[in-house]
């Protein structure tokens, strides 16, 4: 049985939404995939609500069982980090009315758990993706190609051998692909109390 | 025909709402007072989702013509900014899927409209929302004065002699009160582009 993971990567002006799902031997099948959004010019409350609509929408029809989402860290760009907040806000809330239990990854957790490095960049995140997908190409553009990321790693943490959804991987845990030893290094370097966690 | 605003503090622990009826002669009526929010021991899913529910439920009992919202400055403290982002995205997305128009001001443009002083501290402007509602006492905690503080400015700033919605008051405007030439030049600070909005 499948767990549907719909992935997240929060903003305004491009949110990426994508729903894969992955199977215990940790297949992964891309669902479906999607960039939402309005441009800058926009009230803030039409780009709200933009946002609010498309993730209703989509957990309507798409019923996940999860929901993955990047946390924010308020270190990024201050232009774009209060927007992307306030969307990530609202996708949580939208899992929440439904009950669908919402995790938060950071991007070097995701980047470490889908190409083995939490260093990875953007090209080489997509180019993962397409791989574990099965599909000719990345998604485009990066947001999307990151939400499938998002989806794919929260989706094989259950999956991975030693390893608890209380993120208790001990980076030295024997058993442990590459990936799963690059993505336990940086779940506990997230741990950390001098990382701003929400 | 007196203006019915919603002022709303963002916070996830403490979330103010107020509601406060302003006529055009700037006589302001509170109307209800609350704080809601939860302890930052639950998840930050049941915390989101305790914000949309209590901000709809007041929008439906109290049909509000206009909501305003403090605008969240990512300068502000990390540990928190971030949580106060996502709330404040949550009532502003409630406000768009019922038509409410929502207004952005900043703390020092609420501040030098109640009080005189964009400067002031939370007690100056905790009793100044009690004198101009006609209180005994501050509505307590300050988050709660707060948001009247921020309905009381919104309502008045229409009512303003001189004043447009568009925000282009000159600080030199003549046939302005103290507040009033505060505010505008709080409003003026405020546009300057070295000051992130959003």
Same mark, same amino acid.
């Given at each position: 049985?499948?767990?549907?993971?719909?992935?997240?990567?929060?903003?305004?002006?491009?949110?990426? %939404?994508?729903?894969?799902?992955?199977?215990?031997?940790?297949?992964?099948?891309?669902?479906?995939?999607?960039?939402?959004?309005?441009?800058?010019?926009?009230? %803030?409350?039409?780009? %709200?609500?933009?946002?609010?609509?498309?993730?209703?929408?989509?957990?309507?029809?798409?019923?996940?069982?999860?929901?993955?989402?990047?946390?924010?860290?308020?270190?990024?760009?201050?232009?774009?980090?209060?927007?992307?907040?306030? !969307?990530?806000?609202?996708?949580?809330?939208?899992?929440?009315?439904?009950?669908?239990?919402?995790? %938060?990854?950071?991007?070097?957790?995701?980047?470490?758990?889908?190409?083995?490095?939490?260093? !990875?960049?953007?090209?080489?995140?997509?180019?993962?993706?397409?791989?574990?997908?099965?599909?000719?190409?990345?998604?485009?553009?990066?947001?999307?190609?990151?939400?499938? &990321?998002?989806?794919? !790693?929260?989706?094989?943490?259950? &999956?991975?051998?030693?390893?608890?959804?209380?993120?208790?991987?001990?980076?030295?845990?024997?058993?442990?692909?590459? !990936?799963?030893?690059?993505?336990?290094?940086?779940?506990?370097?997230?741990?950390?109390?001098?990382?701003?966690?929400?």
């Amino acid at each position: 049985m499948a767990l549907r993971v719909v992935g997240v990567d929060p903003g305004l002006t491009r949110c990426g %939404l994508a729903v894969v799902d992955v199977e215990p031997n940790r297949r992964a099948t891309l669902v479906d995939v999607t960039v939402v959004g309005t441009t800058p010019d926009r009230p %803030l409350d039409e780009r %709200l609500l933009a946002i609010a609509e498309a993730i209703d929408a989509w957990l309507d029809r798409f019923t996940p069982d999860v929901m993955a989402v990047e946390r924010v860290f308020s270190q990024l760009n201050v232009s774009t980090v209060m927007g992307t907040a306030q !969307a990530s806000g609202i996708v949580i809330v939208s899992a929440a009315r439904r009950g669908i239990p919402v995790a %938060l990854h950071t991007p070097t957790e995701v980047k470490a758990a889908v190409t083995g490095s939490g260093q !990875a960049d953007k090209a080489a995140v997509g180019k993962m993706v397409a791989k574990i997908l099965r599909l000719d190409e990345p998604p485009r553009p990066a947001d999307a190609a990151d939400a499938a &990321a998002l989806a794919i !790693a929260h989706g094989w943490r259950g &999956a991975a051998p030693g390893s608890q959804a209380s993120g208790t991987v001990s980076a030295g845990s024997s058993g442990l692909t590459p !990936a799963q030893r690059a993505w336990a290094a940086a779940e506990a370097a997230a741990r950390r109390p001098t990382a701003p966690r929400r």
